[in-house]
């Protein structure tokens, strides 16, 4: 008879189980969501529905607000760099029309490296001396272009171009105003 109780208990207990197994699968809920763009799964215990569901809804919100900030910042971004991908085309097209005028190149005008005339034909070619120019406006426009070439220099070269006839010097001795007299290579 002891053989049959034991074999009893572990059958009860078995049973227990299996019925505690069963009443947990009543228990858990299985639910398919559809919300927006997303489709959900959800498997919870049927006392934490709601709040499962209030969680995952919230979480889809989130997501799909961040990811719609998200795509607007990259259009946003998009647009900014194709403006600024057709300002440098348009740039580019402007300097090499620049670049080429009369048949002479800047280059043309650098190959004998950068003296201050060559540099002073540069500033011309550029229209720098449309208008009056002071003897400091110059030496500071050459600064300004990177080249620190000394005031005298500067001076002989714009006393050259004016024997040349490109250059105008209108004023008096020591306050003299450069203009351009004609375009650069013009024959």
Known sequence: MLCNNT???????????MSEAVSKLSLEAKIKLKYKEWEVEITCVEDKVKNVVENVLTGIDIASLSSTNTNSE???????????RSKIDGDANLQNINQKRNNVSLKELAKNGNTCRS????????KFFESERLLIEVHQQLSRIGYNYDKTAVSHSLSDMVREGILTRVGTLRNYRYIQKKPLFEK
Request: hydrophobic fraction near 45%; aromatic fraction near 10%.
């Open 7 to 17: 074999f009893i208990r572990q059958e009860v207990h078995t049973i227990s189980n």
């Open 119 to 126: 540099l002073m034909e540069k500033i011309f070619y550029e």
């Open 74 to 84: 990259i259009e946003k971004l998009k647009t900014e760099i194709d403006l600024l």
